[in-house]
Structures are given as structure tokens and as C-alpha cells.
């Protein structure tokens, strides 16, 4: 059975940095991409990045993330990595990692798309 849990969310200023850990376990093979999503207040869920757990590493940034986030997996501990710098207020919200054993493998990143998610962590941005 596969299980996500993130975590490393918090309260950080604006300007400030915050790295996130998705620990997977239950992946077989066939669980390519690893997504991160977040939620914030109000608003739907939007795909933030995306990473393949192949080795053609197809990687994913939504465009307000680029140059900011980056995102990474560590074959020896499964767990994905989502460090964010430069963070905004607009970052703020509840951060989802997700994955699919689909075949999609990050050429969409959308929620439908994803079969596994985690329990979230909450990341707030103060201004």
C-alpha cells in the first residue's frame, strides 16, 4: 500500500525559505511521477512542480515557482524534496505530495491524474 507524508512546513517571512519532504513507501516501479500541489485558502489545487522517477528525470515547475523551487528525489531514503526560496505571501497554503502509477509520469500535472496523496503540510508566508 503506498503511503506519503509530508512534512517540513511552517511559518517563515517573506523572503525566507522552507524545504519539504515527501517520505513515500509502498512504490513499486510503475509509480513514476512525484508531485507536489498545494492549496491555498479559497482556492483550487494547482500543481506546483513534478519529478520522474525514471531516469529521463522529466521535471515539472508551475511558472510562478520557476527559479525559486526545486525539486528532488532520493532513490536511498524515498523521499521527495521540495526546497523553496525566495518565498511570497501568494505561496501560502497547504502542500500536497501525490503520486500515480498511471504511465503519465509528469507530462500532466493535474490532481485527477494523481492516485496517492499525502496528508499535507501547511506552509504560511507572512507578509
Known amino acids: 500500500q503506498v503511503q506519503l507524508v509530508e512534512s517540513g512546513g511552517g511559518l517563515v517571512q517573506t523572503g525566507g525559505s522552507l524545504t519539504l519532504s515527501c517520505a513515500a513507501s509502498?512504490?513499486?516501479?510503475?509509480?513514476?511521477?512525484i508531485a507536489w500541489f498545494r492549496q491555498a485558502p479559497g482556492k483550487e489545487r494547482e500543481g506546483v512542480s513534478c519529478?520522474?522517477?525514471?531516469?529521463?528525470?522529466?521535471?515539472y515547475y508551475e511558472d510562478s515557482v520557476k527559479g525559486r523551487f526545486s525539486i528532488s528525489w532520493d532513490n536511498a531514503k524515498n523521499t521527495a524534496y521540495l526546497q523553496m526560496n525566495g518565498l511570497k505571501p501568494e505561496d501560502t497554503g497547504v502542500y500536497y505530495c501525490?503520486?500515480?502509477?498511471?504511465?503519465?509520469?509528469?507530462?500532466?500535472?493535474?490532481?485527477?491524474?494523481?492516485?496517492?496523496w499525502g496528508q499535507g503540510t501547511l506552509v504560511t508566508v507572512s507578509s
Open positions: 519529478i520522474s522517477r525514471r531516469t529521463d528525470g522529466v521535471i
Open positions: 501525490a503520486t500515480e502509477h498511471n504511465g503519465i509520469d509528469c507530462t500532466i500535472v493535474a490532481g485527477w491524474v494523481y492516485d496517492y
Open positions: 509502498g512504490l513499486t516501479p510503475d509509480h513514476y511521477g
